[in-house]
Nanobody
Framework: MSSWQASGGGLVQAGDSLRLSCAAS???????????LGWFRQAPGKERECVAA????????YYADSVKNRFSISRDNAKKTVYLQMNSLEPEDTAVYFC????????????????????WGQGTLVTVSS
């Protein structure tokens, strides 16, 4: 059974940066590179929102308009880890952030939809103060 563990959240000031990490365990060797990966966030009273996603090939990327040019998703297949670099953080970015993965084709047209993903990390809290 696989496990996906997110880390890197914390309390920061507006304008600061954070890098979130999500490491996969129990993934068969040589298969991590085939996973489509995404980062979602959920604030109290709001629906879960995809902020960034990448296809398994890296050929397709998605960024929510609210984070475009501030956030960047990347992956290290050797470490079986996906990252979310968050720059110029704003109070509106405050949320619990979840990593997500799909071990099947992640189509570009639906990669921002939570129901496309089968594996989820436990979430890490990001709090951005004014």
């Amino acid at each position: 059974m696989s496990s996906w563990q997110a880390s890197g959240g914390g309390l920061v000031q507006a304008g600061d940066s954070l890098r979130l990490s999500c490491a996969a365990s129990g993934v068969p060797g040589g298969t991590f590179s085939r996973y489509g990966l995404g980062w979602f966030r959920q604030a109290p009273g709001k629906e879960r929102e995809c902020v960034a996603a990448t296809s398994r090939s890296g050929g397709s990327l998605y960024y929510a308009d609210s984070v475009k040019n501030r956030f960047s998703i990347s992956r290290d297949n050797a470490k079986k880890t996906v990252y979310l670099q968050m720059n110029s953080l704003e109070p509106e970015d405050t949320a619990v952030y979840f990593c997500a993965a799909k071990d099947q084709i992640l189509s570009a047209g639906v990669m921002s939809l939570a129901n496309q993903y089968y594996h989820w990390g436990q979430g890490t809290l990001v709090t951005v103060s004014s």
